[in-house]
Structure formats: structure tokens, C-alpha cells
């Protein structure tokens, strides 16, 4: 049974950042395509940013670009999402996914429904 368990969320002034972290058990995480969602209060869930398998190739939505950084360690079987200049707006419960197999277009991978495996979340609150 594949598990996800993300962690490192808080509360942060407005400016600051974190290091959100996902480890995955149960499977070859190697061989998991790997993304990170969010959920606003009121909002619908969100894609974030997606990483291939090895690392190669990297995906974010235009409103991070330039702040959020996805990474993973294939040898610790974690994702991360290193979020900077945390603003208001970034509040939100954010999961990390998994799915088996490369996706061709970006519309698929920011597509929650791409996703088989989902973690339960942590929670980021920014204040301003």
C-alpha cells in the first residue's frame, strides 16, 4: 500500500519561507512522477508543480514561478517544495501526489485526477 506523508507546514509571516517535505512508503518512489497541490480555504484544490521521476524535468503553475522550488531525493524517498516570499495567498492546505507512468501535456499532470496516491496535507497559514 503506497502512503504519502507530507510535513513542514506553520504559520509564517508574510516574506518568510519553508520547506515542505513528502516521503512516500510502500512502493519504488523512484518510479513515481511526483506533484504538489494545494487548497485554499473555500477554493478548489490546485496544482502547484510536478517532477519527473529523476528529477530531470520540472513543472510550476505561473503563480510560483520564481518563489516555489520542487525537488526530490530519490535515495530518501521525499519530494519537496522549498516556498519563498510566502504571501497571504499562499494560505492553504498543501498534498503532495504520486501517479505511475510519464504524462504528455501539461493540462494532464496539473489535473488532480492524474494522481492515484495523495497524502492527507499540512497546512500553511500566511499572515500579512
Known amino acids: 500500500q503506497v502512503r504519502l506523508v507530507e510535513s513542514g507546514g506553520g504559520l509564517e509571516q508574510a516574506g518568510a519561507s519553508l520547506r515542505l517535505s513528502c516521503v512516500v512508503s510502500?512502493?519504488?518512489?523512484?518510479?513515481?512522477?511526483m506533484s504538489w497541490f494545494r487548497q485554499g480555504p473555500g477554493k478548489e484544490r490546485e496544482f502547484v508543480a510536478h517532477i519527473t521521476t529523476n528529477g530531470g524535468s520540472t513543472y510550476s503553475t505561473d503563480s510560483v514561478k520564481g518563489r516555489f522550488t520542487i525537488s526530490r531525493d530519490n535515495a530518501k524517498n521525499t519530494v519537496y517544495l522549498q516556498v519563498n516570499s510566502l504571501k497571504p495567498d499562499d494560505t492553504a492546505v498543501y498534498y503532495c501526489a504520486a501517479r505511475l507512468g510519464p504524462v504528455q501535456t501539461l493540462t494532464v499532470l496539473s489535473s488532480k485526477t492524474s494522481y492515484a496516491y495523495w497524502g492527507q496535507g499540512t497546512q500553511v497559514t500566511v499572515s500579512s
Open positions: 510502500g512502493g519504488t518512489f523512484s518510479r513515481y512522477h
